[in-house]
């Protein structure tokens, strides 16, 4: 998981051209693609499969988070540790 940052900016990357150069969008649209898939960004527009499909992009993005967490935990210094701490930003209820 130390290789979370590339993974994540290549992850957009892939978005970008699944859901913008394949469906022949302009460059602009293509930069801000997930915008596309809220209600204000023109939801009903998009095709269901097409949402299905973000659908489960959104879900591998949650995965790359997830990693991105675990790794800041494991290797995080002094400081950060108490900032999570005094914040909880770790903690579940």
């Known amino acids: 998981c130390r290789s979370v940052p590339l ?3 290549l992850y957009y990357i892939f978005g970008a051209a699944a859901f913008g150069l394949a469906r022949g ?3 602009l649209d293509i930069a801000l693609f997930p915008l596309e898939f809220t209600t ?4 009903e527009r998009v095709n269901a499969h097409v949402r299905i499909l973000y659908g489960c992009y959104v879900e591998g993005a949650m995965l790359l988070v997830s990693c991105g967490l675990a ?8 400081a950060f540790a108490y900032m999570t701490e005094k914040y909880r930003l770790f903690e579940s209820i």
């Not at 204000?40 to 939801?43: A, D, H, T």
């Not at 790794?71 to 002094?78: E, Y």
């Open 25 to 27: 969008k302009t460059s």
């Open 40 to 43: 204000s960004g023109g939801l």
């Open 71 to 78: 790794t800041l935990r494991c290797h995080s210094g002094a």
């Open 7 to 9: 993974i994540a900016i």
